[in-house]
């Protein structure tokens, strides 16, 4: 389903543009924390499942929580941006990411640690929407194209959260610590983008959902298909090499930081 956007060419309360340069930041910067927050994630993978004692097959049904909770809040995000505009779901989005993220460390159960990357997919999953169109707004107004610098301050994030991580596990940093301190980076970000975002509210303008056709069908086939990949490397790398014995658990977040870079 297609979700429709708010008009990306109105102008905020205050009749300032869209455009400007705090915009921009306040974008790039919400790029960057889901980046940060998702690779910061994938280094515990390792640790998360000696703690849970689970199997190969229970650990994919657990990991299979974050997406699931993300495509759970996806379709509620863009009627809510629709209504009310971007800036509270990218805040909100990112505030959930930073307070689930040290709870994914001390979730000792299956069930436990299930809820808690449920939540952290839905929070990361309605940053992503919303970012996207607020990043939409911004790049229509300025005339020029801007949506790939936006998309690869998701990958430096990425790049970011998955060495500081590793870097702190290395060192025997606890990884509840080590969430704390790499949350402190994502709240610090969030509060340098949240004044900077766009403050008008959406303009709905047609039905919240249209059933999709003809090559849209063909696009988000293939999209699945990309992060289906992009998924199964970003939970997975780490845990073959640590079970292959090649490395550590605490240096496993380097294929973690071989993938956001590729």
């Known amino acids: 389903m297609t979700l429709a956007l708010a008009n990306p060419m109105s102008r905020e309360t205050e009749g300032r543009p869209i455009d400007r340069p705090e915009t921009r930041l306040a974008t790039r910067l919400a790029f960057l924390v889901a980046g940060f927050g998702l690779a910061a994630w994938a280094p515990l993978v390792p640790y998360a499942r000696e703690r849970v004692g689970t199997d190969d097959g229970m ?21 809510l941006s629709a209504r009310f505009g971007s800036k509270p779901i990218i805040v909100s989005g990112a ?24 939540v952290f997919g839905a929070a990361l999953g309605s940053l992503d929407v919303a970012m996207n169109i ?79 056709r003809g090559i849209v069908v063909i696009l988000s086939g293939l999209t699945a298909i990309t992060f289906l990949v992009e998924d199964a490397m970003l939970d997975w790398s780490s845990l073959l090499l640590t079970s292959k014995e090649i490395v550590e658990p605490s240096r496993a977040g380097l294929a973690t930081f071989s993938s956001q870079s590729r």
């Open 95 to 118: 505030l959930g990411m930073v307070l689930f993220l040290p709870l994914l460390t001390v979730a000792a159960t299956p069930i436990s640690l299930g809820l808690a990357l449920f």
């Open 59 to 79: 650990l994919g049904l657990l990991l299979l929580s974050l997406g699931v909770g993300s495509l759970v809040a996806m379709p509620m995000t863009g009627i």
């Open 134 to 212: 607020h990043a939409v707004e911004v790049e229509k107004a300025a005339h020029t194209p801007l949506m790939s610098g936006f998309h690869a301050l998701f990958s430096i994030g990425g790049c970011a959260g998955a060495l500081l991580m590793t870097f702190m596990l290395m060192l025997q940093t606890p990884p509840l610590v080590a969430t704390l301190l790499s949350a402190l980076v994502m709240l610090t970000s969030t509060a340098v983008a949240a004044p900077r975002l766009l403050r008008q509210t959406g303009h709905q303008h047609g039905p919240l959902f249209e059933i999709p």
